[in-house]
Every structure is written in C-alpha cells, then in structure tokens.
C-alpha cells in the first residue's frame, strides 16, 4: 500500500519541526517546575525573559539558568546550583506531546525525511528525544548553527547542514516565526 503526499506537498523532502512547544511540552516541564518552586503567577515571566535572551548566541543551559534566576528572584526564592541544574534537566524531560511519535512515524511511512531544528544544545537534545531520536533523519540545534530562532542565519544554516534544497523543505512550528 502506497500513501501519497496531498499535491500541494508533492515536492516536500523534509520536514522540519521546532521541538519544544511543537513536539514536546515544554510548558509543562517548565511550569510544573516553577509553579512548584515560585508560584504560578510567575510562569509567564520566564517565557517572556526566553524570548528576549535568544536575541543573542550562548549555550541554552544559560539562558535557561539567567531566566530561572530573574523568576525565582521576584518570587524572593533562594537559588542554588542544584536547583538550577535541576531545573535544566527538568526542562530537557519535557515530554512528547500525545501525537508526537505518531505523526513522526506516519511520516517517516510516507517516505518522508523528518528533522528538529531547535534553540537549544545537544546535550539537552538528546534527553528530550531519548525514546524517539530515531524517527529523526536530522538533529540540528542552536548549538550547532550557532544561532537562535528567529533569526534568518539559524533557518539557513540548518537547512545547508541538512543538504536540502529550500524549496524541498516544510518547517512547521506552533510558534509564528
């Protein structure tokens, strides 16, 4: 049994996904971590210092770790080294989403190249993906492009890594780029 590509899809090669907030929950991982340390009400205000720490590139775990700190300092709570390490991991545990593995494999069955494209580092990477990293053709992150989403340069250099011509390739996201 053959399953084609809708026609408007027919030249797509590869798909590429965002990880988290596309594939995995992140939202959970992170706001389960700091509702239980800091409080709810608090949440959003890491989301907000993410979107402004990508602006530029370092390794994600600082990013991570500088807004923790800006959180857990309006909610007045002490920091620690653990607590911060802990939080990264929690953060690299976000689980799949319900459809995740599903959608990937239904992918990959119609022939189709999957790969991430994510703003974080290869070490986190390859905690969230444990279980599933082999439904992935590629794997390319910040770390690796040495730029963040949004910027231009980290779409470019990813799908170059990847050796896929542009028009062949269909990012999706839950996230307007």
């Given at each position: 049994?053959?399953?084609?590509?809708?026609?408007?899809?027919?030249?797509?090669?590869?798909?590429?996904?965002?990880?988290?907030?596309?594939?995995?929950?992140?939202?959970?991982?992170?706001?389960?971590?700091?509702?239980?340390?800091a409080g709810?009400?608090?949440?959003?205000?890491?989301?907000?210092?993410?979107?402004?720490?990508?602006?530029?590139?370092?390794?994600?775990?600082?990013?991570?770790?500088?807004?923790?700190?800006?959180?857990?300092?309006?909610?007045?709570?002490?920091?620690?080294?653990?607590?911060?390490?802990?939080?990264?991991?929690?953060?690299?545990?976000?689980?799949?989403?319900?459809?995740?593995?599903?959608?990937?494999?239904?992918?990959?069955?119609?022939?189709?190249?999957?790969?991430i494209l994510?703003?974080?580092?290869?070490?986190?990477?390859?905690?969230?993906?444990?279980?599933?990293?082999?439904?992935?053709?590629?794997?390319?992150t910040a770390?690796?492009?040495?730029?963040?989403?949004?910027?231009?340069?980290?779409?470019?250099?990813?799908?170059?890594?990847?050796?896929?011509?542009?028009?062949?390739?269909?990012?999706?996201?839950?996230?307007?780029?």
């Amino acid at each position: 049994m053959s399953v084609e590509h809708p026609s408007r899809f027919k030249d797509v090669e590869v798909v590429f996904f965002d990880l988290y907030g596309t594939l995995v929950d992140w939202r959970y991982a992170i706001g389960s971590f700091i509702t239980h340390y800091a409080g709810g009400e608090f949440v959003e205000d890491f989301f907000e210092c993410d979107i402004r720490e990508v602006a530029e590139y370092r390794p994600y775990s600082l990013i991570l770790e500088k807004c923790l700190v800006e959180v857990l300092g309006k909610a007045r709570v002490k920091t620690s080294r653990e607590l911060v390490e802990s939080f990264i991991l929690t953060f690299a545990r976000s689980p799949p989403f319900p459809d995740t593995i599903y959608g990937l494999t239904l992918l990959k069955r119609r022939g189709l190249k999957t790969a991430i494209l994510s703003n974080t580092e290869r070490r986190l990477i390859d905690i969230t993906l444990y279980g599933f990293k082999h439904l992935l053709d590629y794997v390319i992150t910040a770390e690796d492009v040495k730029a963040y989403k949004p910027s231009l340069e980290a779409f470019v250099r990813a799908y170059e890594a990847a050796g896929v011509q542009l028009e062949r390739i269909l990012h999706v996201s839950a996230y307007p780029q």
